[in-house]
């Protein structure tokens, strides 16, 4: 009687399904502007998306190019730091569904165009498992300040004096 109770429990546990939801997401890489003029910024941000709780992830935010980064700030969710590129961040309250990550400035350095890659992606499940999550890049162009055009309406125009530009005064000095 009791191998057929363990016969049964080997069946049923092969038969039935066990429904076992494995940590999946992605990231996003959004600016205000892609194109940008040198010297001047764009805001940037960072996001993700988990169908499953993520209670930490890590990255790394660089560029390349024309571009570089400033001002990186994660999102108040979370802990940990990120300030330098290398984002390694936890929260107590997990995630799941779209969050925020990071914000921060992308300025253009010079004519051209530059890249801004999150790469080395990992999100860290409720389980603790590890997931390795597929990096994004963004282009931003760089464009050459426009020099301003003089206005044609406020360029001097030549007098029709027909004096010498003399005020009206007589150059003769009395020799006639």
């Given at each position: 009687m009791r191998k057929r109770i363990i016969l049964i429990g080997v069946i049923l546990s092969v038969l039935l399904p066990i429904n076992v939801k494995a940590?999946?997401?992605?990231?996003?890489?959004?600016?205000?502007?892609?194109?940008?003029?040198?010297?001047?910024?764009?805001n940037c941000s960072i996001t993700g998306n988990s169908d499953s709780e993520v209670s930490a992830l890590a990255m790394t935010l660089s560029s390349g190019g024309s571009v570089s980064i400033s001002n990186i700030v994660t999102s108040s969710v979370w802990q940990g730091d990120g300030s330098d590129g290398d984002i390694q961040l936890y929260t107590d309250s997990n995630k799941t569904g779209n969050f925020s990550i990071a914000?921060?400035?992308?300025?253009?350095?010079?004519?051209?165009?530059?890249?801004?890659?999150?790469?080395?992606?990992?999100?860290?499940?409720?389980?603790?498992?590890?997931v390795g999550v597929s990096g994004k890049n963004i282009v931003i162009n760089v464009k050459e300040k426009e020099t301003p055009k003089p206005n044609p309406e406020t360029t001097p125009k030549p007098s029709n004096n027909d004096n010498n530009n003399n005020n009206g005064n007589n150059n003769n000095n009395g020799n006639n």
């Open positions: 940590l999946s997401g992605s990231i996003n890489i959004s600016c205000n502007d892609s194109n940008v003029i040198v010297g001047n910024s764009t914000t921060f400035t992308v300025t253009g350095n010079s004519v051209g165009s530059g890249t801004i890659t999150v790469s080395g992606v990992m999100f860290t499940g409720a389980d603790f498992n590890d």
